[in-house]
């Protein structure tokens, strides 16, 4: 049995797989945590909270490394942890540095700050001639205007440390560039209370499908789990709209994929780690669009372990620990699985979701999980601002993606806007 220190979290559904993954296997953890209100204000509707399952939780300073890596050196020789990790994007980068600091498994800090980091992470690939986007780093507005013109419209303007595509934008010329510049200027600070990284990074917009690569690496070497596709909406933004897995590819297309993924999880450094790559196959061939040091989010996990029985989430602990994950595929009578997400198309008050105890029940239906009434949204402009999802199998061959998106659309969201709102 092993003791994990898990250094923040999503409040998403990482948030249940993860503490499900340690707990399943045997493990238990330890969580910490600056706002621990902000766990529960999240609290799931529909079971006990994930934290319950902690042994212990400690509240610290999580945003200051400096005065966190001392204290927890401190209660590792009290409690005894056996390894690190984190499901949010914003920690992975202090999760490593605790793991080195108490010499424990995991990957290298430099290599998961280049990874999270959008900018270092498109330098070290260029470097290593992994093949990406044309692009360039700007301190400034005035030098992005400059550098777009080299790279040319339309483009691509990206935070280099948001996640959940936030603030990512599609500009066509300089007027749409500076709003995106002005956008990103009057964001300086992330959900988390961390001050961002005050440069713009400009790509050239790449075209063609888009699919994730799921690896594990753990001991020099890289293993390749599966290749999930994706669809993208939301324009001028790059939403998620739905995935699946296995991605229907050609042999060619998905050798391409997992190459270049493989790649440019070894031009990163990357080891002892879970990595969800996200790859454009480009008339040109395959261009990394980035790297994340962590299992996918969105629910990948759960499509992948639905078709393979391999259970990522648990892969991760495994690596953490620096024991060997089992990712040996199992039959599990299901050809694919796929997960089509609602977005709000409008701003106002969200009542109700029409259609859902029709789609609810059918045995395709994996998942349905839909906001509760009482919302307050506005059209879409990020992963982080979806009204649910419908997640279906296909057990024949057919394809799961065409019955999960045939499904959301029977689901209707309801509006009142203000004024229809009661006094």
Known sequence: MGHLLVVESWVGSMSRLLPRAILEGGHEFTFVTRDLHHYLRAAPADGPHPLLGAR?????????PGTLLPHLERVHGVLGFDGVLSSCDYYLPTAARIAERLGLPGPGAEAVERACRKDLTRRSLA???VPGPRFAVCADPAEAAAAALGIGYPLVVKPVDLCAGML??????????????????????????QDRTPVLLLEELLTGPEVSVETVSFHGATHVVGVTDKSIGGAPAFIETGHMFPAALTPGDTTAATDTAVAAVKALGLDDVVCHSEIKLTPGGPRVVEVNPRPAGNRITELVRHVTGVDIAAAAVDVALGHTPDLVPRPTGVHSAAIAFLLPDTSGTLTAIEGSARVRDLPEVRELTLAAPGRTVRPAASNNEYLGHVMTVDTGGAGA??????????LRPCYATSQELPA
Do not use: K, M, W, Y
């Open 56 to 64: 212990n939780i400690i509240t610290a300073e999580t945003n200051d």
């Open 127 to 129: 470097e290593a001639a």
């Open 168 to 193: 990512v934008r599609q500009v066509h010329d300089e007027r749409e560039l500076l709003d995106a510049c002005r956008a990103l200027t009057d964001f300086p600070v992330n959900a988390r209370g």
């Open 401 to 410: 993606r065409a019955l999960a998106e045939d499904l959301l659309s029977r």
